[in-house]
């Protein structure tokens, strides 16, 4: 009875470590498209400490992401089935006194208007002309950033002037 149940427990545990075996080598063979990110933007050698948040726009994949205490942003577009570096942009200090600050990245077929929030009373921040009100992304830590695609922000590209709509930020009660 004792070689019938041992027998049992060693197909058991072979049938486990096959199953967690194959479950490791999937992992590999098909990574995240956060790690699929991290490796093309290691390709051109950026250099980030921690992905804030990633927002599918178009054709790719819009990054927040931090380095040396700042506040960073890059486009990666996906052509064909390949991932490939757009553009990186903007700085951004993670710490302000004025409780948010703000930065604008052209991308050429969009734009953003981004930046980060340290004043814990500001709940939202909108924009002041359309009444729009920002995304708001907070990581595990607390980092608050926020960001408008498309609006916020006015781009004459035949006079190539920016116009920036003012931003109001939204205080709880």
């Known amino acids: 009875m004792k070689k019938g149940l041992t027998i049992k427990f060693y197909i058991l545990s072979c049938l486990v470590l096959i199953f967690l075996l194959s479950s490791c080598a999937s992992k590999h063979k098909n990574p995240t498209i956060e790690q699929k990110l991290l490796d093309v933007m290691k390709d051109t050698n950026v250099q980030v400490e921690e992905i804030i948040h990633l927002e599918v726009i178009k054709d790719g994949v819009l990054v927040f992401y931090t380095r040396d205490n700042n506040l960073y942003n890059a486009f990666i577009k996906l052509k064909g089935a390949q991932w490939e570096w757009y553009l990186g942009s903007g700085t951004l200090p993670l710490q302000t006194d004025q409780g948010l600050n703000s930065a604008f990245t052209d991308?050429?077929?969009?734009?953003i208007r981004y930046g980060v929030i340290t004043d814990p009373k500001i709940r939202r921040g909108k924009d002041e002309e359309s009444n729009d009100h920002a995304k708001i992304i907070q990581n595990e830590d607390g980092l608050r950033i926020y960001f408008f695609v498309n609006k916020s922000v006015s781009f004459d590209r035949k006079k190539m002037r920016t116009?920036?709509?003012?931003l109001v930020p939204v205080y709880e009660n």
């Open 107 to 111: 991308f050429d077929d969009f734009f």
């Open 163 to 166: 116009r920036f709509h003012t």
